[in-house]
Structures are given as C-alpha cells and as structure tokens.
C-alpha cells in the first residue's frame, strides 16, 4: 500500500488512527491483527514524541550519567572515572537512538503491517469521518467503518508568568534535543520529567538549580522524593523545595535569563527549562464536531471508548485519557481498545470484567513508573496514603535496600529504601516502592506481585536469586511474616 493518496476522494477504512506514536501504532497493529483495514494520521513525525523528545532520547542521555554515577559507587572502579562524560559522545548517542529525527524507519513499518499512512493534520469532521489537510494544501476524507483511534498525547504546560515569552523559556523538548550544555540551567518543576532533566544536565557539565514548588516526585512515596533529593544535591545540583517562579526577564536574546522567586531573592540563568505538567494535543483535531470540548482531557471506559458521544466508536488512547501520562500504560491501553475494537467489529462478546482481555484494569490499580535518576526511583500500585484514602486497610512493611548482601555488592555503602504496602484483608500487595541504585530493573517483579494479586503466601516460594539486589523481596517478605505471627497487642 502506499504511504499516502493524492486524490481528495472519500476513503472508507474500518479504523482510523490520529496520532502515530507508540501508541498510535499500537492500536493500529491489533487493528490490523484483527483483520481491520486501517488508516494512521500523524502531523509530525511518526513515532511521536516518545521517539524523538521524551522517553528514548532521555533514557539514551540519562544512561551515560547514571553508568558514571553507578562506577563511583564502586571500589576499584571509581578510581577510574577519572574525567567529564564527553559531551559530543553523549549527544551522538542520543542522535543515533533518535535515528537523527527521521522517522522513514517508523513509516516503512506502519506500511508494513498493512495500514496506510497519511500525513498531515486530521481533524475529526462529525461522526466517524476525519479530514486530512497536508502542508502543501492537499485534503483527504477518510471515513470509519468501526472506530476512530484519538492518540494525539499531550504537550507541555507553560505557567502564565511575566516575560514568559521573553525568556523562551525549554520544554522538555529542548531539554532532550539539545546538543549544547548551558553553563547555568533552572529546572522548574519537581516532577518526573523535572529530576530527570536535572539529573542529566548536571551530569553533563550544567549548573544546575531545581525550583520546586513542593516535594519532589509528589505521586511517589516521600521517602522517594527524599532520597532523589539527597542524590541531587551530593551529584552538586542546587535544590530548592518550597520556592516558585513569579516572573522572568531576558532583555537580551542573547544574554541570560533572571528569575524572580516568590522568597524575595532572584536567580539567573543561561537557559531556564520548565517541567510544569502537560496539556492534551485535542485543541485542533474537531473535537466540536461530535459534542466535545476542543483541547479537553477525554474520559473513557474501561476499554478506552469515550464517554459523551453517541454510539460506541470512538476510542482514547495514552495522554489524551489522563489515566496514566507514560508511553507503556499507553501501549497497554492501545493493546486492550484494538482487541476490543476487533471484538465488537466481528460481533462478539467483550471480555470487559476486571482483568479481563479487554479491560485496562492495571490503570487503577497497577501502573508501574521509573524515574531514571541517582539514585533510581521505581514505583507501583498505590501509596499508603492513596491506599489509605480508597478505605483499604493496610500496613507498611520498609526496609533499606542494603539488608540485602548483592545490594552491597552491587555498589559499596548502597543507599536505598523499599515500602510494602500489604492489603490487611487479602493479604496481597496493593503497591511497592523502590528508590536506590539499578532499582528500575526490581520493578517488574513488583509489577507482577501486585497486578497479579499473588498472595503473601504463594510469593514467598519466589526465590530471589543470591546475591542480586533483588533478594531485597526476601527480607521484605519475611519481615510481613513475622508481622502476621506476631499477636496483636491488647490495648489498654
């Protein structure tokens, strides 16, 4: 098939995608998978911005870091570092997993699977029919026989601050696309995108300050925040907690940018790079023709079908849900809407219960999140204080990651923290928590535990290998059985 029409005649296709990204493409294949013709529209490059301005550039420059980082912690190995990470190797890297922002790769395998890829703005234009208006003018018509896929994401949020717009001030973009470290950087923003970007900057060469307004990584448990913090502040970045911005000022365009904080005192800056929450990309796509709020977040059901439109076609995918902003949840939920977009397009039953084929039940319950910072914070499920909140009764089981002995081993004098959090009732786990070095690669572990229910007593008979850092479940698990053995004290 080819990669696009020209004629501006209406083309019939049972699905319609708008959006290209990892989830785009998701939904796209098991559309596909499910014998479905499918159409992709994507108004940059396909691939999205997980490609080529948020999750794979950041991981390929964070890497560098956090394996410097990971060598000092180390006897023998420490000694070796002896110089700066070399900044043009870095970038290179980072241009080589981006593919340099060509996206020909990503295209041949949309058509590779058997779906036509139209490239422009699409925009739906009332029910089931989308519009396709390229660069040069050119305007396709596409209609649905089944579904439309809405998998557009979400951009960055700007605060509305003085001289906001005289500062040009980064995104998260700028952050993993540029190839030159500024002396001075100013995070702002305590979130996700906030830590790592500062992480990496620092590593490589900037000096660095963190504005954030409250404690860093606030979704995470805060002992993760703390410790995020900690390791910040000894890599020699500059944490701020409890400060925000209230106004800029760069009257040179060349020169540096000032920041004025809410305590009173300012900061200057090379570049200042805001990580202040995001937005979803539904301001532009004819979300008015079909009773919708243009640029609104979109709510779903449980197999991503959108609620407040009549008939049962279209689907929201990824950011645009607001469920859980990270390209893997995306994916799943791509996974789950194309089986059931098969499911109801064939006539069959769906499989819509809890933990069913088609059903994003992990959403609520089992999100797993990796901020790649040093040390690692690595998060599922829920937090004592949401678990709390939802009326569960629960208990915290902590530990630090160093009762472990290939803890130890993985890095001399290791410093990190684990939380339990146990369902009293059930007795499974309803979230975990890691924060310490390689803790990413415990997560899935995590992820499984809780996703799957596995009760505290089947767990158990899961051998952690000696001596890895993951033998932490050991210690973990045995210390919620000497919690279950031990009698409840009478109170007075």
């Given at each position: 098939m080819s990669e696009s029409h020209t004629t501006e005649e209406t083309v019939a296709y049972d699905v319609i995608v708008l959006g290209a990204g990892p989830v785009g493409q998701n939904v796209a294949d098991r559309a596909r998978a499910a014998g479905l013709s499918v159409a992709v529209v994507e108004r940059e490059l396909v691939g999205g911005e997980c490609s080529y301005w948020a999750c794979v550039p950041s991981k390929a420059l964070l890497r560098p870091v956090i394996a410097v980082a990971d060598a000092r912690r180390v006897d023998g190995a420490r000694q070796a570092v002896t110089g700066p990470l070399d900044t043009e190797g870095v970038f290179a890297r980072r241009n080589r997993y981006v593919t340099d922002w060509d996206d020909s790769g990503q295209a041949r395998w949309v058509k590779s699977i058997g779906a036509d890829l139209f490239r422009g703005q699409g925009r739906l234009d009332g029910a089931r029919r989308i519009t396709v208006t390229r660069d040069d003018g050119v305007r396709h018509v596409l209609t649905a026989r089944h579904a439309v896929a809405v998998a557009t994401g979400s951009r960055p949020v700007l605060p509305a601050l003085p001289g906001i717009q005289e500062a040009r001030p980064w995104t998260n973009r700028n952050g993993t696309d540029s190839s030159r470290a500024p002396a001075r950087l100013a995070v702002v923003g305590g979130g996700g995108v906030g830590v790592e970007m500062a992480t990496l900057w620092q590593g490589l060469g900037s000096k660095v300050t963190l504005l954030a307004r409250h404690r860093l990584l606030p979704r995470m448990e805060s002992f993760a925040g703390e410790l995020v913090a900690q390791g910040l502040r000894e890599a020699g970045v500059d944490v701020r907690i409890g400060v925000q911005a209230t106004a800029l000022r760069r009257p040179d365009a060349a020169g540096p940018v000032?920041?004025?904080?809410?305590?009173?005192?300012?900061?200057?800056?090379?570049?200042?790079?805001?990580?202040?929450?995001?937005?979803?990309?539904?301001?532009?796509?004819?979300?008015?023709?079909?009773?919708?709020?243009?640029?609104?977040?979109?709510?779903?059901?449980?197999?991503?079908?959108?609620?407040?439109?009549?008939?049962?076609?279209?689907?929201?995918?990824?950011?645009?849900?607001?469920?859980?902003?990270?390209?893997?949840?995306?994916?799943?939920?791509?996974?789950?809407?194309?089986?059931?977009?098969?499911?109801?397009?064939?006539?069959?039953?769906?499989?819509?219960?809890?933990?069913?084929?088609?059903?994003?039940?992990?959403?609520?319950?089992?999100?797993?999140?990796?901020?790649?910072?040093?040390?690692?914070?690595?998060?599922?499920?829920?937090?004592?204080?949401?678990?709390?909140?939802?009326?569960?009764?629960?208990?915290?089981?902590?530990?630090?990651?160093?009762?472990?002995?290939?803890?130890?081993?993985?890095?001399?004098?290791?410093?990190?923290?684990?939380?339990?959090?146990?369902?009293?009732?059930?007795?499974?786990?309803?979230?975990?928590?890691?924060?310490?070095?390689?803790?990413?690669?415990?997560?899935?572990?995590?992820?499984?535990?809780?996703?799957?229910?596995?009760?505290?007593?089947?767990?158990?008979?899961?051998?952690?290998?000696?001596?890895?850092?993951?033998?932490?479940?050991?210690?973990l698990l045995a210390a919620c059985q000497r919690d279950r053995e031990t009698p409840p004290t009478a109170s007075a």
């Amino acid at each position: 098939m080819s990669e696009s029409h020209t004629t501006e005649e209406t083309v019939a296709y049972d699905v319609i995608v708008l959006g290209a990204g990892p989830v785009g493409q998701n939904v796209a294949d098991r559309a596909r998978a499910a014998g479905l013709s499918v159409a992709v529209v994507e108004r940059e490059l396909v691939g999205g911005e997980c490609s080529y301005w948020a999750c794979v550039p950041s991981k390929a420059l964070l890497r560098p870091v956090i394996a410097v980082a990971d060598a000092r912690r180390v006897d023998g190995a420490r000694q070796a570092v002896t110089g700066p990470l070399d900044t043009e190797g870095v970038f290179a890297r980072r241009n080589r997993y981006v593919t340099d922002w060509d996206d020909s790769g990503q295209a041949r395998w949309v058509k590779s699977i058997g779906a036509d890829l139209f490239r422009g703005q699409g925009r739906l234009d009332g029910a089931r029919r989308i519009t396709v208006t390229r660069d040069d003018g050119v305007r396709h018509v596409l209609t649905a026989r089944h579904a439309v896929a809405v998998a557009t994401g979400s951009r960055p949020v700007l605060p509305a601050l003085p001289g906001i717009q005289e500062a040009r001030p980064w995104t998260n973009r700028n952050g993993t696309d540029s190839s030159r470290a500024p002396a001075r950087l100013a995070v702002v923003g305590g979130g996700g995108v906030g830590v790592e970007m500062a992480t990496l900057w620092q590593g490589l060469g900037s000096k660095v300050t963190l504005l954030a307004r409250h404690r860093l990584l606030p979704r995470m448990e805060s002992f993760a925040g703390e410790l995020v913090a900690q390791g910040l502040r000894e890599a020699g970045v500059d944490v701020r907690i409890g400060v925000q911005a209230t106004a800029l000022r760069r009257p040179d365009a060349a020169g540096p940018v000032t920041i004025t904080l809410d305590d009173g005192r300012e900061l200057e800056a090379d570049e200042v790079l805001f990580a202040t929450g995001r937005t979803p990309a539904t301001a532009d796509i004819g979300l008015e023709t079909v009773g919708l709020t243009p640029g609104s977040w979109l709510d779903v059901d449980t197999t991503c079908l959108v609620q407040g439109v009549d008939g049962e076609w279209l689907y929201a995918l990824g950011d645009v849900n607001h469920r859980a902003l990270l390209t893997h949840q995306g994916k799943y939920q791509a996974r789950t809407a194309g089986d059931a977009i098969g499911a109801r397009a064939a006539g069959r039953p769906l499989d819509d219960d809890a933990w069913g084929d088609h059903a994003t039940t992990a959403d609520q319950h089992a999100v797993p999140q990796v901020f790649f910072t040093t040390p690692e914070a690595a998060a599922v499920g829920l937090t004592a204080e949401q678990a709390t909140a939802a009326g569960r009764r629960i208990k915290t089981v902590d530990l630090d990651i160093n009762a472990a002995q290939g803890a130890n081993l993985y890095a001399d004098d290791y410093q990190g923290h684990a939380r339990l959090i146990v369902d009293l009732d059930r007795e499974v786990l309803l979230g975990v928590t890691f924060v310490g070095p390689g803790v990413s690669e415990l997560l899935h572990s995590a992820t499984i535990a809780v996703a799957g229910e596995v009760p505290l007593k089947r767990l158990r008979h899961a051998i952690a290998p000696f001596p890895t850092v993951s033998e932490i479940w050991l210690f973990l698990l045995a210390a919620c059985q000497r919690d279950r053995e031990t009698p409840p004290t009478a109170s007075a």
